[in-house]
T-cell receptor, first 113, second 113 residues
């Protein structure tokens, strides 16, 4: 099974409220990634876990948190949603590091009102 | 900074037409180059990769050649089919130790039967 699952597929949130998105994979991949995709823009890497080590991009450091309680699951947490967080959030995983193939989930579409 | 530019936002062709989607990059060092394809309702899916100058990547009839001289990795297919309709992303791998990808904005390919 080479699928990456994301829950929920659609999420509606209110401004100022927290949001938690979930991703899972059963491929025993070391690395899990979160990307943000807005219309007419390229997918943008937010952060990734290699094993238990979290790496966050400098320009999104303050805005997103993540946890990885075990190898299979990874969450993306927004403490206080703003309108600018409305986007598609894509989770991906890969075996090891380097230029390995990344397997993507179908995404969670977050709408903040 | 490192970046990827896909010239065409949308491409419309008929079946059996020849396809070219242009991808140019800007990066220091020696990046890896990727093509991903995204069908509606799904996440991006790895198509192929090239890691060194003049290396050709290929899959499912698509191919691209890494050209360091022109900083390009153009996607080509000799004869497209309706099932090739999708969004195609060129991506740059800039940090081998992290597997970080920088994506282009994507090109939406529509094939008329």
């Amino acid at each position: 099974d080479t699928t990456v699952k994301q829950n929920p597929r659609y999420k509606l949130a209110r401004v100022g409220k927290p949001v938690n998105l979930i991703c899972s994979q059963t491929m025993n991949h070391d690395t899990m990634y979160w990307y943000q995709k807005k219309p007419n823009q390229a997918p943008k890497l937010l952060l990734f876990y290699y094993d238990k080590i979290l790496n966050r991009e400098a320009d999104t450091f303050e805005k997103f948190q993540s946890s990885r309680p075990n190898n299979s699951f990874c969450s993306l947490y927004i403490g206080s949603a703003g309108l600018e967080y409305s986007a598609m959030y894509l989770c991906a995983s890969s075996r090891g590091w380097g230029y390995a193939e990344q397997f993507f989930g179908p995404g969670t579409r977050l709408t903040v009102l | 900074g490192d970046s990827v530019t896909q010239t065409e936002g949308q491409v419309a062709l008929s079946e059996e037409d020849f396809l070219t989607i242009h991808c140019n990059y800007s990066a220091s060092g020696y990046p890896a180059l990727f093509w991903y394809v995204q069908c509606p309702g799904e996440g991006p899916q790895f198509l192929f990769r090239a890691s060194r100058d003049k290396e050709k990547g290929s899959s499912r009839g698509f191919e691209a050649t890494y050209d360091k001289g022109t900083t390009s990795f153009h996607l080509r297919k000799a004869s497209v089919q309706e099932s090739d309709s999708a969004v195609y992303y060129c991506a740059l791998g800039v940090n081998y130790n992290q597997g970080k990808l920088i994506f282009g904005q994507g090109t939406k390919l529509s094939i008329k039967p």
